[in-house]
């Protein structure tokens, strides 16, 4: 079955499963702050810093760890951040969701953070995942995951940089739990990830 179909079909069956949710929405307000073990360094002309040495980002209940990190602010006031991990540590990132007790998890090579746009961009050997508690809910991985976080929306692509046989893209959704017979119906659980079939290619930083 062509790779492009089995997208689409991922896509409707996570679709129909359940109710929208989205990232925590409070953590766009909250400062971003950066430290880490080695040097810095920041130029207050081109809005440019520097951190490297397990450097680590926070916004709200965002968290990003990575060996070295360039951040960049815009003229309206944002930040693009572009991550790199080191040989068996890759750049790792989560944030919890609006529904309690749930989060996006994921790791990459490199990644790439846009403050302005609350999207990330997983590149090389990328993995992200919905958790429930300590739970796997759902797992995509490919060469390159895009997550949106303000629509909970994530394209993915394969290539040689995927971490599955082929160079193919994955995607894992554990079953959701029903009720049992003659009980109440539960109300419904919060979409998952919904996988999209476009994505602009970008070369990484």
């Known amino acids: 079955m062509p790779q492009r179909l089995l997208l689409l079909i991922a896509t409707a069956l996570l679709a129909a499963q359940a109710l929208p949710a989205r990232a925590e929405k409070a953590d766009r307000l909250k400062p971003m702050v950066f430290t880490s073990d080695k040097q810095g360094r920041i130029d207050n002309v081109n809005q440019h810093t520097q951190l490297i040495g397990n450097v680590v ?12 990190v360039d951040v960049r602010e815009t003229r309206d006031g944002f930040a693009q951040a572009y991550a790199t991990g080191k040989a068996g540590q890759p750049v790792s990132f989560r944030q919890a969701r609006d529904v309690p ?36 809910a759902d797992e995509v991985t490919g060469a390159v995951i895009v997550y949106d976080s303000r629509t909970e929306v994530f394209t993915l692509e394969g290539g040689h940089a995927s971490p599955n046989p082929s160079g193919r893209t994955r995607i894992v959704m554990m079953p959701r739990t029903l009720p049992a017979e003659g009980a ?22």
């Open 101 to 136: 007790g749930e989060a996006i998890e994921g790791v990459a090579d490199q990644l790439e953070y846009d403050s302005k746009t609350e999207t990330v961009r997983f590149i090389g050997n990328a993995t992200v995942r919905r958790t429930r508690g300590a739970a796997v």
């Open 57 to 68: 980002i926070t916004r709200g209940t965002l968290l990003l760890k990575a060996e070295q």
């Open 184 to 205: 109440a119906s539960a109300p419904p659980a919060a979409l998952p990830l919904q996988p999209s079939t476009t994505l602009t290619p970008r070369k990484p930083s």
